[in-house]
């Protein structure tokens, strides 16, 4: 089983900031099969990233996804106070669809 | 729009079962998969499977096989999860969410499963 694992845990950044959050998986995926999903409390998971970089519907221009191999990013260009959330990646690469542990975006 | 409805919570006894219905709407049901997510208190996500409809075919981690059946009723477009010999490890928020591709682009509302003696 591919094993996900996010970096940091938790990011305390201001509004208005760039953040930059690390997704990196025990082995070597097609970025075809990555994925990124908000959470924000009290609320069902929402698509933002699929294929590694591509937006979902409705997601902002200010989240880009990159990278490849085992190594993906998640970048938000300017941090709006509806961002300030749990982000968790997600593969397929393995026919299983696994989940990392989940960056949280907070408030500095 | 496309809505998936699931069921409501249920409190359930160490060794019960639980089954969730999911009812989508907006859509056409078999064209797109169906995947189970849960997700325990203050904790991340974690995937218990999928059922792509146009095979037939489910997809089970190692984890949860033996004690999972992913179903569906295409008369009345409702996925179905049941889980068996609950554990109060497994209480969680269960979510059912529509597979477009690969991404997991519309989720229920989430049903929570409290196993308590």
């Known amino acids: 089983e591919i094993v996900l694992t996010q970096s940091p845990g938790t990011l305390s950044l201001s509004p208005g900031e760039r953040a930059t959050l690390s997704c990196r998986t025990s082995?070597?995926?097609?970025?075809?099969?990555l994925m990124w999903y908000q959470q924000r409390p009290g609320q069902a998971p929402r698509l933002l990233i699929y294929?590694?970089?591509n937006r979902a519907t409705g997601t902002p221009d200010r989240f880009s996804g990159s990278g490849s191999g085992t190594d993906f990013t998640l970048t938000i260009s300017s941090l709006e106070p509806e961002d300030f959330a749990v982000y968790f990646c997600?593969?397929?690469?393995?026919?299983?669809?696994?989940f990392g542990q989940g960056t949280k975006v907070e408030i500095k | 729009q496309v809505q998936l409805v699931q069921s409501g919570g249920e409190l359930k006894k160490p060794g019960a079962s639980v089954k969730i219905s999911c009812k989508a709407s907006?859509?056409?049901?078999?064209?797109?998969?169906i995947n189970w997510v849960r997700q325990a208190p203050g904790q991340g996500l974690e995937w218990m499977g999928w059922m792509p409809f146009y095979n037939g075919y489910t997809n089970y981690p190692q984890k949860f096989r033996g004690r999972i059946t992913m179903t569906a009723d295409t008369s009345t477009n409702t996925a179905y999860m049941e889980l068996r010999g609950l554990t109060s490890d497994d209480t969680a928020v269960y979510y059912c969410?529509?597979?477009?591709?690969?991404?997991?682009?519309?989720w229920g509302q989430g049903t929570l499963v409290t196993v308590s003696s």
């Open positions: 969410a529509r597979a477009v591709g690969i991404g997991l682009d519309h």
């Open positions: 997600q593969q397929y690469g393995d026919s299983t669809g696994t």
């Open positions: 907006g859509y056409s049901f078999t064209t797109y998969g």
């Open positions: 294929g590694a970089s």
């Open positions: 082995q070597r995926i097609n970025r075809s099969y």
